[in-house]
């Protein structure tokens, strides 16, 4: 399984960023982006199922943007006023059963970085 992230990039505080990730097999049950910064732990950004429930971290509502296209098992997260706080590697992430197993997947990683 791969997933295939893509969008990062440098921008000034308020502009924004669309990030994507593209997963390889067959589909996810939830899809979403997680977040790192130097010397702390992976974050949850926002989650989405395949019945497009999603799941937002505070520090994000109402700016940021979680959808999917599952018909080609890609998730996007459409980051607006961006803050100098967002700024981290984001990570994207997939989970779906096989056989009543669920698998976690993580993709390469993207950079966003905000500016003040």
């Known amino acids: 399984v791969q997933l295939q992230a893509s969008g990062g990039g440098s921008v000034q505080a308020g502009g924004s960023l669309r990030l994507s990730c593209a997963g390889s097999?067959?589909?996810?049950?939830?899809m979403g982006w997680y977040r790192q910064v130097p010397g702390k732990g992976r974050e949850l950004v926002a989650t989405?199922?395949?019945?497009?429930?999603?799941n937002y971290a505070d520090s994000v509502k109402g700016r940021f943007t979680i959808s999917r296209d599952n018909a080609k098992n890609t998730v996007y997260l459409q980051m607006n006023s961006l803050k100098p706080e967002d700024t981290a590697v984001y990570y994207c992430?997939?989970?779906?059963?096989?056989?009543?197993?669920?698998?976690?997947?993580w993709g390469q990683g993207t950079q966003v970085t905000v500016s003040s």
């Open positions: 097999g067959s589909a996810f049950s939830t």
């Open positions: 992430y997939a989970r779906r059963l096989e056989k009543g197993v669920g698998y976690q997947y």
């Open positions: 989405i199922t395949s019945a497009g429930s999603t």
